[in-house]
């Protein structure tokens, strides 16, 4: 369910009293196994080694190489290579890579040849993700004895490409930081044959402001696709007629009587095409001191947030725009650094922060984060975000606690997606796979 993201004294730890130059023999001949199986036909391959155990990883796998009969050359000579293995850095490197190593790094990445890292792409920190200068463009990225934090998140993700996890005889150990796998999906409840709609999981999705119903009713399908039993919407006297047309099954009101619809359900979802205008805002507090409600907040619900007594049992589900604006910060930051904004906003709120993206991260109060990797480029389409906050609202609702409600969430979310033709998919594709994805 969840699998272990190792940060680089994590790794440290977990190669305490074994023999260095065991593991760096093992490490490189992986490197030179996943070079020969990937790539029979190349013939002439520039091994950059570094000066630490990662270059010594590399030079090993360069001897095993040429053992093999290929041109394996420890060079920097890479323009003439039919496969580059990148041993620059390893899993100790933090911060921008000085002059010399950086031009090397961009002479990697231009020299058209597909890019095998060791354990890391260079220039990417392992324990973050985080790569704030050059770093290498890898096809494939030899991980050793598990998969490291930076390959997980963004951007490092972005850099590592396919991921190969090797065995170097090193014992599993628990980390602070977990991969999500679709294993999660199992603790989320399935109906029972005593259950009835609203124990199945009642959920109110608040929103929908005149131009916006989209979003209200792509998180209310979502939620009944995601098992919820009863789904009810609040939207602007104006929005009503719309979404009666739209809307079969959730029991409609308007914002108005939003309050006393509350009383229904578990699980309120806030934000979904709710607006910014005075209005918008008053009924957000006013549903936000309404009970002891499960609250998903998203999209407009966090405008203007400020952190109050609801937050142990809220998700907020902000993509890195939004989480920017409730740090202070510049979008571009969070894209930077999205394993610190999650979980500085995780702590600011006292609540669960899913941080939206190609590596969604989960992050709570004293914990640390789980990552969902998607592996669904189609997500990036309008509508989406609503879909994600109403499995997150039907997965509270099924009693699920919110760390693990939002990455079971993230995690059929995904599913859904793959399960589609990338080219073209929209929001409401993704809906209607996810009851495959939940049986």
């Known amino acids: 369910m969840l699998e272990s993201l190792y940060t680089a004294d994590e790794m440290r730890t977990a190669e305490e009293g074994h023999d260095a130059a065991l593991l760096m023999e093992r490490a490189g001949a992986a490197v030179a196994r996943e070079v020969i199986a990937r790539y029979p036909g190349a013939r002439r391959i520039a091994v950059v ?60 990445n231009a020299a058209g040849a597909p890019v095998v890292a060791v354990d890391v792409p260079s220039g990417v920190d392992a324990s973050t993700g985080e790569a704030p200068a050059a770093a290498v463009r890898a096809e494939v990225t030899i991980a050793f004895h598990g998969m490291k934090v930076g390959l997980a998140v963004a951007p490092g993700l972005f850099h590592a490409g396919h991921v190969v996890l090797a065995d170097i005889g090193l014992a599993r150990a628990g980390t602070r930081n977990r991969l999500v796998t679709p294993a999660v999906l199992a603790v989320v409840p399935r109906r029972r044959a005593h259950d009835n709609k609203y124990t199945a999981g009642a959920v109110l999705v608040a929103g929908g402001a005149r131009g916006m119903t989209g979003a209200v009713c792509l998180a209310a399908e979502a939620s009944l696709r995601a098992d919820a039993g009863y789904v009810a919407v609040a939207v602007p006297e104006p929005s009503l007629p719309v979404v009666e047309a739209r809307l079969l099954e959730p029991v409609k009101v308007t914002w108005s009587a939003a309050a006393g619809a509350a009383a229904k359900v578990q699980v309120l979802a806030i934000g979904p095409g709710l607006g910014r205008d005075p209005d918008a805002r008053r009924l957000r507090d006013e549903l936000l001191q309404a009970g002891a409600h499960a609250l998903v907040l998203d999209a407009d619900a966090l405008h203007d947030l400020e952190p109050g007594e609801w937050g142990a049992r809220a998700v907020l589900t902000p993509h890195a725009g939004e989480l920017a604006r409730l740090l202070g910060r510049e979008s571009a930051w969070v894209d930077r650094h999205r394993l610190e904004a999650a979980q500085l906003a995780a702590e600011r709120f006292a609540c669960v922060c899913l941080l939206k993206g190609a590596d969604t991260i989960v992050a709570s109060p004293g914990a640390g984060a789980l990552v969902c990797v998607a592996e669904a480029p189609g997500l990036a389409t309008a509508g989406t975000g609503d879909v994600l906050t109403g499995i997150v609202a039907a997965f509270l609702a099924k009693g699920v606690e919110p760390r693990l409600a939002a990455a079971a969430a993230a995690t059929a979310h995904a599913l859904a997606a793959r399960r589609l033709p990338q080219p073209g998919l929209v929001a409401g594709d993704v809906v209607a796979a996810l009851p495959s994805v939940l049986a």
């Open 49 to 108: 080694c570094g000066g630490g155990a990662n270059g010594g990883d590399g030079r090993i796998a360069a001897r095993i190489l040429r053992e093999e009969g290929r041109d394996a050359v420890e060079t920097n000579a890479v323009e003439q290579a039919d496969v580059v293995v990148d041993a620059l850095f390893g899993t100790g490197f933090h911060g921008e890579p000085r002059a010399e190593a950086a031009a090397t790094i961009e002479r990697i």
